[in-house]
T-cell receptor, first 116, second 115 residues
Framework: EAQVTQNPRYLITVTGKKLTVTCSQN?????MSWYRQDPGLGLRQIYY???????DKGDVPEGYKVSRKEKRNFPLILESPSPNQTSLYFC???FGTGPIGNQPQHFGDGTRLSIL | GENVEQHPSTLSVQEGDSAVIKCTYS??????FPWYKQELGKRPQLIID?????GEKKDQRIAVTLNKTAKHFSLHITETQPEDSAVYFC??????????????FGKGTHLIIQP
């Protein structure tokens, strides 16, 4: 089954304790992205990657890191989490671009992070 | 960067009536406009998208229109049903040839279908 898998689905942790949210896709997609969703603010892009070893900042990258060592994986790293990073996080992937432009993005089921 | 405004934030319609959600964007280079539906506690799911070389696209009860000159696009749902109740997000993106920019989302519209 074609899917984007995020882990963990839920996490409660404390300020300053490094954490990683994993994202994996099995569709051979080139493009992967992380979003955070907060009430009243919609979805905001954190980082995206157009291919292996290529990453770029989105609209709200502060406090986050990513890596793209393999095509299928795109982990989100919070080196020193703070309460304002409490949010619902979504990973997404797509075939990226082609002759007809952007391709639809497929979202994972989300990770709800609570930073105390 | 791109800015996407979405209206209304909440829309309540009677079952069977039509619903229209509108979005405006700021970057004239944007050329891809998807719409996502998000049910409570679930992931956003693509319901329809349109590219800048097309003015309108339909898929059964759902249609999207794009006005590039005015930089706005709209989602139209006809014959609404209870299962249409959800939050709907519009988004805009640019493909510059060297690769895709990220999606910029509107803040969402909570669509409520009244029985």
């Amino acid at each position: 089954e074609a899917q984007v898998t995020q882990n963990p689905r839920y996490l409660i942790t404390v300020t300053g304790k490094k954490l990683t949210v994993t994202c994996s896709q099995n569709m051979n997609h080139e493009y992967m992205s992380w979003y955070r969703q907060d009430p009243g603010l919609g979805l905001r892009q954190i980082y995206y990657s157009m291919n292996v070893e290529v990453t770029d900042k989105g609209d709200v990258p502060e406090g986050y890191k990513v890596s793209r060592k393999e095509k299928r994986n795109f982990p989100l790293i919070l080196e020193s989490p703070s309460p304002n990073q409490t949010s619902l996080y979504f990973c997404a992937s797509s075939f990226g671009t082609g002759p007809i432009g952007n391709q639809p993005q497929h979202f994972g089921d989300g990770t709800r992070l609570s930073i105390l | 960067g791109e800015n996407v405004e979405q209206h209304p934030s909440t829309l309540s319609v009677q079952e069977g009536d039509s619903a229209v959600i509108k979005c405006t964007y700021s970057d004239s280079a944007s050329n891809y406009f998807p719409w996502y539906k998000q049910e409570l506690g679930k992931r956003p799911q693509l319901i329809i998208d349109i590219r800048s070389n097309v003015g309108e696209k339909k898929d059964q009860r759902i249609a999207v229109t794009l006005n590039k000159t005015a930089k706005h696009f709209s989602l139209h749902i006809t014959e609404t049903q209870p299962e249409d109740s959800a939050v709907y997000f519009c988004a805009a993106s640019t493909w510059s040839g060297g690769g895709a920019d990220g999606l910029t989302f509107g803040k969402g519209t909570h669509l409520i279908i009244q029985p």
